[in-house]
């Protein structure tokens, strides 16, 4: 009986010892945002600068597709071959490309828009002041609130908006299928624009999400 005693102590001192030297339960891995690389919009029947609304255009798209598990980030190229270049050099595995073109049911409302967004700003309820962050933080929502502002200022009953969009990873964006929204203005000054962004954006977080 003394025996059996002592070989059950050893037997529970080596499982002991052995236990001390286990490796640790693995932990899951956390999981990077998906990126997305955003080349400047086209931008075709806007009024004012076509760049600055292209801009803009990017910062809505940018504040939709901006989360715990996606980030967006914003391309220089102009050309698709230097923005799949460009995208791959800052490691974003996603590139979306995007055209808006607005459609006048007359020809009233030209050079309006470039004028209404001066006051952009302050309509939107936007401060001033404060770190570089926010700064930063306001500059895009400036951006943002223009692409609305200037768009469905200038939009009258019955004028169309279509926005086209194409998503897909670098070496497959080229080819990857056009994705067309079209909407009718119903009111002279109806935002067409921001419901059809976030409809987009909800369909591109979709798919580069994919796991």
């Avoid at 990126?35 to 004012?48: E, F, H, K, Q, Y």
């Avoid at 809505?60 to 102009?78: E, V």
Wanted: one cysteine or more; proline letters at 6%; charged letters at 15%.
């Amino acid at each position: 009986m003394a025996l059996t005693a002592a070989i059950l102590t050893t037997l529970l001192a080596s499982a002991a010892i052995s236990g001390q030297g286990a490796a640790p339960p693995p932990q899951p891995a956390s999981t990077a945002p998906a990126c997305v690389a955003i080349m400047l919009p086209s931008a075709r029947g806007v009024d004012g600068d076509a760049t600055v609304f292209s801009t803009s255009l990017r910062e809505l798209f940018m504040s939709y597709l901006t989360g715990p598990s996606i980030r967006a980030i914003a391309l220089d190229a102009k050309l698709p071959a230097q923005a799949i270049e460009e995208a791959r050099q800052k490691e974003c595995g996603y590139l979306l490309l995007t055209t808006v073109t607005r459609v006048r049911h007359d020809g009233n409302g030209v050079g309006r828009a470039l004028g209404r967004a001066a006051g952009t700003a302050a309509s939107y309820g936007i401060p001033y002041g404060g770190s570089v962050a926010g700064s930063a933080a306001r500059s895009a929502a400036v951006a943002g609130a223009y692409a609305i502002s200037s768009m469905s200022y200038a939009t009258k009953a019955k004028d169309e908006i279509t926005l086209d969009y194409r998503i897909g990873t670098l070496d497959r964006v080229t080819n990857a299928p056009m994705t067309s929204q079209k909407e009718k203005a119903k009111q002279d000054g109806e935002d067409l624009l921001t419901p059809m962004v976030e409809n987009a954006s909800g369909a591109i977080a979709a798919v580069v999400s994919k796991p």
